[in-house]
């Protein structure tokens, strides 16, 4: 299983643009990246999932590089409600939640 | 929006009780998942059950657990004799697919969790 690397927390403000990394250096070649979000007290929700390049959903952006041992979740102009814990998860089965990077989000 | 619906929301038990948590996958679904978190700690993958058989359990997932899949609609989690450290928050969630087949990775869709609290 390829472990994944993320920053444990992140600040921001309101209206910026956030971009959490993700390291995965053991990446296999038929892994998928997927990222999801948790806010307390609720189930962790898909955000977006890619293979390579970027992908683009209505709530974020997905960037990976040609060597996939890293991806980039970008969240547009953050709100006080994307304060949540945000997960990289990494594989075909992507089962395997890491402790997540810590998004607090100011006025 | 299709979602994945558990019962109870908040249990609470005594050590040694037996505690059956339940869940209501999407329809279409079929894999179906455990998985708790204590508060304050990541969430753990407990168990996956496709085709009315475990495919795969962590070692969390002890004797002590069952889960089962009674009628087409419901799938349940059992613990049979509760211990302090069981008290956590435990999601069910559903896929479509788990991943080999097709395109993609597959994608878990979450209940909202039942807050498991042994006294």
């Known amino acids: 299983l390829a472990k994944t690397t993320q920053p444990i927390s992140m600040d921001s403000y309101e209206g910026q643009e956030v971009n959490i990394t993700c390291s995965h250096n053991n990446i296999a070649t038929n892994d998928y990246i997927t990222w999801y979000q948790q806010f307390p007290s609720q189930g962790p929700r898909f955000i977006i999932q890619g293979y390579k390049t970027k992908v683009t959903n209505e709530v974020a952006s997905l960037f990976i590089p040609a060597d996939r041992k890293s991806s980039t979740l970008s969240l547009p102009r953050v709100s006080l409600s994307d304060t949540a814990v945000y997960y990289c998860?990494?594989?075909?089965?992507?089962?395997?939640f890491g402790s997540g990077t810590r998004l607090q989000v100011q006025p | 929006e299709p979602e994945v619906t558990q019962t109870p929301s908040h249990q609470v038990t005594q050590m040694g009780q037996e505690v059956i948590l339940r869940c209501v996958p999407i329809s279409n679904h079929l894999y179906f998942y455990w998985y708790r978190q204590i508060l304050g700690q990541k969430v753990e993958f407990l168990v996956s059950f496709y085709n009315n058989e475990i495919s795969e359990k962590s070692e969390i997932f002890d004797d002590q657990f069952s889960v089962e899949r009674p009628d087409g609609s419901n799938f349940t989690l059992k613990i049979r004799s509760t211990k302090l450290e069981d008290s956590a928050m435990y999601f069910c969630?559903?896929?479509?697919?788990?991943?080999?087949?097709?395109?993609?990775?597959?994608?878990?869709?979450f209940g909202a969790g039942s807050r498991l609290t042994v006294l």
């Open positions: 998860l990494v594989g075909r089965r992507a089962l395997t």
């Open positions: 969630a559903s896929s479509e697919a788990q991943g080999p087949t097709g395109s993609g990775a597959n994608v878990l869709t």
